[in-house]
């Protein structure tokens, strides 16, 4: 039975990036497992890592053949990680965006949460290196999502977290096909609906200093749209219970 944690770390074109946070996440903790999934990286991100998996028995890669976005990379993380029964799935950034020395402490709070988020927006988190426009759009999105969904949840579009396995498989994820931000807090609301305990951790995100973002206006228009209609249904589902009581 494997009792490390599995760290999915999702790369396109990170043949720079990667082997630092690689370096950086086994340093933290020496006792995780990292998966690697590639999706077909021009730029040799997949092969190097694949050598360098050959070297160290702790890191695996997915290769997958066509770049289906963040989300599409994460589910088949998680599938690959829960059929070989890791306990603890986390997701992580391979530009270092998401610091390595964060990841023990997201690791510890699952003693008594489904699932942990390393979050920006609450005491002790920070970000690093942002413009203005970033903080603003970040802190925006994120109280659009808690005023939409009615939840507690201070940084619902963060991509540092930790799932516990029995959570993931609880969810059933065949019916998600969110991206980006918007993938991150239809898993965050999944599990809130599920009656999951969701805590969150302070992290400091730090820019990336090698590549380039992969976040787009489609992806933030997606999170938008559907956001907002999963707010709509919620507040009429709470409507029409409310209307069942009084009746």
């Excluded at 699952?110 to 759009?137: E, F, K, Q, T, Y």
Aim: a positive charge.
């Amino acid at each position: 039975m494997v009792t490390a944690a599995l760290v999915i770390i999702p790369t396109y074109n990170e043949r720079e990036s990667l082997p630092r946070q690689l370096d950086a996440v086994l340093a933290a903790a020496p006792e995780v497992h990292v998966l690697v999934v590639d999706d077909g990286s021009p730029d040799g991100t997949g092969e190097w890592a694949q050598q360098r998996s050959d070297q160290d028995p702790r890191i695996h890669v997915l290769r997958r053949t066509a770049k289906n976005g963040l989300g599409a990379a994460y589910l088949a993380g998680f599938a690959w990680g829960l059929e070989r029964g890791y306990p603890l799935l986390c997701e992580m950034d391979a530009d270092g965006s998401h610091r390595a020395v964060d990841l023990p402490a997201l690791l510890a709070r699952c003693a008594d949460a489904d699932l942990v988020i390393g979050s920006r927006w609450i005491p002790g988190g920070s970000v690093v290196n942002w413009p203005w426009h970033r903080r603003v759009l970040s802190v925006g999105a994120n109280t659009y999502v808690r005023l939409a969904l009615g939840i507690s949840v201070h940084d619902a579009t963060a991509g540092f977290r930790v799932y516990r396995a029995d959570l993931l498989r609880e969810l059933g994820l065949g019916g998600v096909a969110s991206q980006g931000y918007c993938f991150q807090v239809d898993m965050a609301w999944r599990a809130l609906r599920a009656g999951a305990q969701v805590a969150e951790v302070p992290i400091t995100f730090v820019e990336r200093e090698a590549g380039q973002s992969k976040m787009s206006g489609a992806i933030i228009r997606e999170a938008l749209v559907k956001v907002t209609v999963w707010g709509a249904a919620h507040r009429l589902r709470q409507l029409g219970s409310l209307f069942r009581r009084r009746a």
